[in-house]
């Protein structure tokens, strides 16, 4: 009897918090993801190299690639080129590129997630593509097949990656960037002379750390190293449609004199 | 019957738990935090949109006249994840919103709550993330 009123009390005090779940029996991804991710161990393919497909969250900065990348304060500062503070100096949040739709680059994540996908599976794979849901939908392509990068790839956003496995690290080798994305919100600078070296290694079922070698001697005096990580999303989670040009209202109506077009604000 | 009990605990623990918000871009650029307001009126479009939904409701003034509000939301993906679906809200529902207005002083602002009369809150996940 006792027990048939505890599970009255809690079954109303859930009721209303059922309700704010319209359509579903069950808790939301968002707070499936607050008990932290699965644990288990590495999955493998069959012949034995590291899994890595999965839907994943994070893996890199959004705010502050310093202080999200385990640096101390100022040492970024501290390595930046006289021409790259300046550069900085100039960048708002408003000026950022993904406000007008554009990609994240590398290493940045979003607060979306992405998709790893190795191919093919049966044998070693040739390429691994990261789709990546939000800002942009877009994806991220590594040669895994042994090729060089050519002598003079053209600016991109993502670049030209080439890949390989060192025992179980993913080490992707990237160069030919455009130096229009932004580490981080705060506006940190590169240029086309970067080269990103990332070394993805999964941890356990639910964790991929992500450390990545910044080497741009048109941006920094030296490289560094930051490092992330990716938290592999519930079981159920899947990438989602994200069109950000279909409504994209950024500064429209709510900056005065902002320009959509460029991004930049008249004084 | 235990198990049954420890399950309901689980789900009320679980859905009990605060709700992690998303913005694919920082919000105070376009919005003034210092500037909250808080906008009772009734829905008259729902754009279940990326890379933000909105919802636009109309706000009577003090001296009679009306004024349509434009409200952004998070992320379609966002609000999905967070449980939501385009049917949390219908046109003609009244809904009281706390947000933060547009630099601009045009009627948009960023949501931070959207409370029905009932008391419900829905479509969280608005604010910076």
Same mark, same amino acid.
């Given at each position: ?28 991804i968002?707070?499936q993801r607050?008990k932290g991710p699965p644990t288990g161990p590495v999955p ?6 590291v899994d890595l497909s999965g839907v994943w969250v994070g893996g ?53 997630p992405f998709r790893m ?83 993805w290694?999964r941890l356990d079922l639910g964790r991929m750390e992500n ?18 990580m990716a938290t592999l999303s519930p079981q159920g989670d899947e990438l ?28 | ?58 706000? &009577?003034?003090?001296? *009679?006249?009306? %004024? ?5 939301? /998070?992320?379609?993906? =966002?609000?999905?994840? $967070?449980?939501?679906?385009?049917? &949390?809200?219908?046109? *003609?529902?009244? %809904? ?5 207005? /547009?630099?601009?002083? =045009?009627?948009?602002? $960023? ?19």
């Amino acid at each position: 009897m006792k027990a048939h009123l505890v599970i009255l009390v809690l079954v109303g005090a859930t009721l209303p918090l059922l309700a704010q779940q319209p359509g579903q029996g069950q808790p939301s991804i968002s707070t499936q993801r607050l008990k932290g991710p699965p644990t288990g161990p590495v999955p493998r393919l069959p012949d034995g190299t590291v899994d890595l497909s999965g839907v994943w969250v994070g893996g890199g900065p959004i705010n502050d690639i310093e202080r999200e990348g385990g640096l101390k304060p100022g040492e970024l500062d501290a390595l930046m080129r006289p021409s790259a503070k300046a550069l900085m100096a100039t960048r708002d949040v408003t000026m950022e590129p993904h406000n007008r739709c554009l990609p994240m680059g590398v290493p940045r994540t979003t607060p979306f997630p992405f998709r790893m996908v190795q191919t093919p599976t049966h044998k070693a794979a040739t390429h691994i593509f990261m789709l990546q849901e939000g800002n942009i939908h877009s994806y991220r392509q590594v040669f895994m097949d042994g090729r060089k990068h050519p002598p003079d790839p053209d600016p991109t956003w993502y670049g030209h990656s080439i890949g390989w496995w060192e025992k179980d690290t993913l080490v992707i080798d990237t160069v030919g960037y455009n130096d229009k994305f932004w580490f981080d919100r705060r506006g940190t600078p590169h240029t086309e002379q970067l080269h990103t070296i990332e070394r993805w290694t999964r941890l356990d079922l639910g964790r991929m750390e992500n450390k990545v070698t910044i080497d741009d001697p048109g941006a920094f005096t030296k490289p560094f190293t930051v490092t992330f990580m990716a938290t592999l999303s519930p079981q159920g989670d899947e990438l989602m449609e994200y069109i950000c040009q279909e409504n994209n209202q950024y500064g429209v109506h709510t900056i005065p004199g902002f320009d959509p077009l460029t991004g930049e604000t008249k004084k | 019957m235990r198990l049954s009990i420890a399950f309901i605990l689980v789900a009320v623990s679980v859905l009990g738990g605060p709700r992690p918000v998303v913005a694919h871009h920082s919000i105070t650029g376009e919005f003034d935090p210092s500037k909250p307001v808080t906008l009772k009126g009734q829905v008259t479009k729902i754009e279940w949109t990326n890379p933000h939904a909105r919802i636009y409701i109309d706000v &009577a003034q003090p001296n *009679g006249t009306i %004024v349509n509000w434009n409200i952004e939301l /998070a992320a379609v993906s =966002a609000l999905a994840r $967070n449980g939501w679906t385009r049917s &949390a809200l219908k046109i *003609g529902d009244t %809904v009281t919103v706390d947000g933060i207005h /547009a630099r601009s002083g =045009a009627p948009i602002a $960023n949501a931070r709550s959207v409370v029905l009369p009932d008391g419900r809150k829905v479509l969280s996940g608005a604010a910076d993330q």
